[in-house]
């Protein structure tokens, strides 16, 4: 009983927000996730292509105010592997607003560490990505995602579809906003 009233006594000196010099607020901690779909094979004549939509949810204005809260966009990197685990191409999407769809392309030919005609590729979408050589994300925000991977022939008939993700083991990064900026 006494531990409940000490909690009790305490709860408000917990709930005070921190404040940082300056009077700024700390910011939240973004991870990066990285999801991964498993191999599939493609032939001569045939796309892949890597889509991803941001689940979060749209803003919708208030009746009772002018304003309304919008969650941040996330930056995403979408990424094919050939099956040695090299990287294929990838795209960098900055500011990948709530609703908003990207996707990723890859024709057979541009897989040239295989030399018969069908070769065995993967996806990788990675949120919230360090930056790499091919573009700098921009600020980031968490978001949710989903991916499918299609197969599709020349004529544009989808040949097989799959939107089963895992998450990569481990965690790849912690991002720190700075929060005097």
């Known amino acids: 009983m006494k531990c409940f009233y000490a909690l009790l006594l305490a709860a408000p000196l917990l709930a005070q927000p921190i404040?940082?010099?300056?009077g700024a607020f700390p910011q939240?901690?973004?991870l990066q996730q990285t999801f991964t779909t498993g191999m599939v094979g493609f032939t001569t004549s045939q796309t892949a292509r890597l889509n991803v939509f941001n689940t979060n949810p749209i803003p919708v204005a208030s009746t009772t105010s002018t304003t309304a809260t919008?969650?941040?966009?996330c930056t995403v990197e979408l990424?094919?592997?050939?099956n040695k685990g090299a990287v294929v191409t990838q795209s960098v999407a900055p500011n990948f607003a709530p609703g908003a769809s990207t996707l990723l392309d890859l024709?057979?030919?541009d897989v040239t560490s295989e030399t018969a005609a069908r070769a065995e590729i993967r996806g990788?979408?990675?949120?919230?990505p360090a930056p790499t050589p091919v573009g700098s994300p921009a600020l980031v925000g968490n978001c949710g995602v989903f991916t499918t991977l299609e197969i599709f022939d020349a004529s544009g008939s989808t040949i097989a579809l799959t939107s089963d993700t895992r998450p990569t083991?481990?965690?790849y990064g912690?991002?720190?906003q700075d929060p005097l900026k």
């Open 169 to 171: 083991p481990g965690l």
């Open 174 to 176: 912690v991002i720190f």
């Open 19 to 22: 404040t940082l010099p300056g």
């Open 28 to 30: 939240p901690v973004i």
């Open 107 to 109: 024709t057979r030919a």
């Open 124 to 128: 990788v979408v990675m949120i919230n």
């Open 70 to 73: 919008q969650p941040a966009p």
């Open 79 to 82: 990424q094919f592997y050939d």
